[in-house]
Every structure is written in C-alpha cells, then in structure tokens.
C-alpha cells in the first residue's frame, strides 16, 4: 500500500511542477521552522545521555528522515542527476571546488567584522552538552546534517523549483537569500543579508554549473568546520588524546 501510494506521488510530482514548488516551500518552511518545533515535542517522550543530548539527537533522527525524503522528491522528479559526477569532471569539479572553498575562506576572513555571528546558540549546546556522546550530536548536526539540509532544500529544491536556469540569475539570488535569512538570531543589517546572501549564491553557482550538490555540500562543511575549529579540536583532543 505504502509503495503504491509513493508510486502515485511520484507520478503527480513529475506531471504537476506546482506539487514539486510546494514541496520545495513545504521543506523549507520545515527546516528553518519546522524541525525546531517537531523536535521539541519528541523531546518529551524520548530520553538520552543529557538535556542537550536529548534535544540533539532527536533531532538528529528526525533529520535524516527528512533529508531521506528530500532526497526521494528530487529523484522522483528528474533531478537525480544533482547526486551524481561524470568521471571525465571529477579532477576539474576538484580543482574548481576547492578554489571556491579557497575564496570563501578569504571572503568570510575580510567580512567577519562586519556581521553579526550565527553560532552563538550552538555555542551553549556544546558549553552545556555534559557528555561527550551529546557533543558528538552536535558537531553531526553542525558539520554534517545542517549542511546537507540545507544545499538539498535551497540548492536542491528551490533552486529547480523557481527560475530555473534564469537569463537573470534569479534561480540563483531566490534560494540564496532565502538561504540567508534564517542565518541570524537578531534583526540583521543589510550587510548581513548581503553577506550571507553572497555564500549562498557562490554555493548556488557551482551547483549550476556542475549540476552536483556534492561541490557546494563539501564547501558548506569545511566552512563549518572552521567556524567551529576550536571546539572540534578540543572535542577530538579529549576525546582521543
């Protein structure tokens, strides 16, 4: 029953575009909104190694659901092609995705002064994490898991759900700022939005171009990963050492 209904699903989404956009709005309302609120009310049935561990790795569970479905919407829909790499591309896609993770860096360097930080909520989960297990949940969550749902829905969904392969590049400012705007914790600035706005985009561009998310997915980590370096190393030293 199950099968035949997704079979259904599948069939509507590549006849209808309008049920692919919906999907696309659905999934980012979920993440951005969403997912805070589904986790909340697991949290009150299901318990783990700490306050934080609990919150982390419900949610952690509920994200690879969702990144599961994400993923099943943009196969069914004829976008299977964004999860592959031709072999022929795979030495120029290398070389291309690590000069743009080499100007992000830069970028993100020149810019850090000048707009307001997103980590400090994350900060406090790892400060008040209390075992290493509920840690370790958060650097998934981080490193792994945010990034992916986020180049699924915005490089993904909405990128091929609206203006795509726009002669303005509107396909690639929509998701971008959209993108950018759950990125903060207070009222930002126009910088901020431009800021941000201007990752998102250099993250939409190698997905145009090399109709891969696997590019733009690899950039994400390595700038969350720098973003939380020191934690991670410390995190890894007590861990290991």
């Not at 590549?14 to 697991?42: C, E, V």
């Not at 080499?102 to 993100?108: A, D």
């Not at 980590?119 to 949940?137: C, D, K, Q, R, V």
């Amino acid at each position: 029953m199950i099968r035949y209904h997704l079979i259904v699903m599948e069939k509507a989404v590549k006849k209808h575009p309008i049920l692919f956009k919906t999907s696309a709005i659905l999934s980012y309302l979920f993440l951005f909104f969403g997912l805070s609120w589904t986790t909340q009310f697991w949290s009150n049935y299901w318990e783990f190694s700490s306050w934080v561990g609990n919150i982390i790795w419900i949610r952690n569970i509920i994200s690879l659901l969702f990144i599961g479905l994400m993923v099943w919407i943009l196969v069914r829909s004829g976008h299977a092609y964004l999860f592959r790499i031709p072999r022929k591309k795979w030495l120029s896609y290398s070389v291309l995705t690590v000069l743009a993770a080499v100007v992000l860096i830069c970028f993100n360097y020149l810019t850090a002064k000048h707009v307001q930080g997103t980590n400090e909520g994350w900060n406090l989960f790892i400060a008040y994490s209390e075992t290493n297990f509920a840690e370790f949940g958060v650097y998934l969550t981080l490193i792994v898991l945010g990034p992916l749902m986020e180049e699924l829905v915005c490089r993904g969904l909405l990128q091929h759900a609206f203006f795509k392969d726009s002669r303005w590049g509107l396909d690639l400012l929509f998701p971008s700022f959209l993108f950018a705007l759950p990125h903060f914790s207070s009222l930002p600035s126009l910088a901020d939005i431009f800021v941000y706005t201007a990752v998102g985009c250099l993250f939409a561009c190698l997905t145009r171009y090399t109709k891969s998310i696997y590019p733009s997915y690899s950039i994400h980590i390595v700038n969350n990963i720098i973003a939380n370096l020191p934690f991670l190393l410390t995190f890894l030293h007590r861990v290991l050492g």
